[in-house]
């Protein structure tokens, strides 16, 4: 059920990834929360070599995605996710401490489905995540697992 599938945070800073969760969770956020701290465990997470029979009930609603990975930065994984001939329908947005339009217009243009710039505020944070949590959770409707 839609609704109790987690949120996937890719994230690999320890303090980053507790400010997040924290934020959404005065946000209102009640989901699970999981998280990968390189890319290349999201991408075991999200496209397995083998998959086990409830794999897509275990895929995540929705990606969070920081841009500057250890090892395959975001970016590189959001490139590799667009050549999938079929990927799951999960939208990837990003989160990153980057305001530069170079990197929001490029992540664009490789399927990002949002992108989000840190504020430095803890309260301008908790209001981002009320505001991503309104979006994402209550104004669209997320696919299904597949």
Do not use: H
């Not at 059920?1 to 980053?16: C, F, G, H």
């Not at 803890?122 to 597949?146: G, Q, S």
Request: charged residues 25%; aromatic residues 8%.
């Amino acid at each position: 059920m839609n609704d109790i599938r987690p949120l996937l945070i890719v994230e690999d800073s320890d303090e980053d990834f507790e400010v997040t969760c924290w934020a959404l969770q005065q946000a209102g956020l009640t989901r699970p929360i999981l998280r990968s701290v390189r890319a290349e465990e999201a991408w075991q997470r999200l496209c397995p070599a083998l998959r086990p029979p409830d794999w897509a009930e275990r895929l995540p609603c929705l990606v969070l995605l920081d841009l500057n990975l250890p090892g395959t930065n975001g970016r590189q994984l959001l490139e590799d996710w667009r050549r999938i001939e079929q990927p799951p329908p999960i939208p990837i947005v990003i989160l990153s401490t980057s305001n530069n339009p170079r990197d929001v217009a490029a992540c664009y243009r490789l399927g990002a489905a949002g992108y989000l710039c840190k504020p430095l505020s803890l309260d301008r944070y908790v209001e981002k995540m009320r505001e991503f949590t309104r979006y994402w959770f209550d104004a669209i409707t997320l696919p299904d697992a597949c």
